[in-house]
């Protein structure tokens, strides 16, 4: 690679702006030698999907935050029931396939399609 530099960039910066570029070229030899760095590792397209997946991400908690609660709330309620009923002898196995199966059924179903939405968003996070 040819390290031959002949060109030259100039920008103008307020007393600000120049302490940040100072700052974040702690690291480097010089402040030439960041900039390239940054330049070269700088990804729009990458940057653009990772801040709509991002985007993705904050709508699908959203999107389930309610309902996961309601369902929480409900799910919880049902297995006090279902241990006090349990204790006293009478839980039936009707009660059991009638109430409680399709309840359960319903909540695993809602965290399969969660997980699997979050492993398609994580998935566009890691590209």
């Given amino acids: 690679m040819n390290t031959n530099r002949t060109k030259t960039i100039r920008i103008r910066l307020n007393e600000k ?6 700052k974040k070229a702690e690291r480097y030899q010089c402040l030439s030698v960041m900039i390239r760095d940054v ?10 999907r990772k801040l709509e997946a991002l985007r993705e991400m904050i709508a699908f908690y959203q999107k389930y935050q309610q309902e996961l609660s ?13 241990n006090e009923l349990a204790i006293s002898g009478e839980l039936s196995a009707d009660y059991v396939v009638n109430l409680l199966s399709p309840k359960v059924g319903k ?12 492993h398609k968003i994580a998935q566009k996070l890691t590209r």
């Fill in 70 to 82: 309601w369902m929480g709330g409900n799910f919880n309620q049902m297995m006090k029931r279902a």
């Fill in 17 to 22: 702006e120049f302490d940040i570029f100072k």
């Fill in 39 to 48: 330049v070269a590792q700088f990804d729009v397209l990458g940057t653009k």
């Fill in 107 to 118: 909540f695993m179903k809602l965290l399969k399609e969660m997980k699997d939405e979050q």
